[in-house]
Nanobody
């Protein structure tokens, strides 16, 4: 089992940057694909991006492509979400998730473990 704890959320002005971190417990972190999702008030949870076990492959939602970057440090059991050029529509609770599937995509059901989320608010 994996426990995930996100951090790094906060309030930032439009155009600014934030880096979210997600720390995982356990010694098998490198065996999981990792994903980031977000949920805005009154909206369904949506896919942000995912990174493969080794970190060699990433895939992003069109809405964040070119602005957000996912990376991971398997030695530190941590995955990151670097968010640049933030927009008001990026305001949401951001969740990290871990997947045991060989290939993990944009569906929430692909992921087995979830963090509690961290709030990101972008002010215009």
């Amino acid at each position: 089992q994996v426990q995930l704890v996100e951090s790094g959320g906060g309030v930032v002005q439009a155009g600014g940057s934030l880096r979210l971190s997600c720390a995982a417990s356990g010694r098998t972190f490198s065996s999981y694909n990792m994903g980031w999702f977000r949920q805005a008030p009154g909206k369904e949870r949506e896919f942000v991006g995912t990174i493969s076990r080794s970190g060699s492959s990433t895939w992003y939602a069109d809405s964040v492509k070119g602005r957000f970057t996912i990376s991971r440090d398997n030695a530190k059991n941590t995955v990151y979400l670097q968010m640049n050029s933030l927009k008001s529509e990026d305001t949401a609770v951001y969740y990290c998730a871990a997947s045991r599937k060989y290939i993990s995509g944009s569906y929430s059901n692909d992921y087995d473990y979830w963090g509690q989320g961290t709030q990101v608010t972008v002010s215009s």
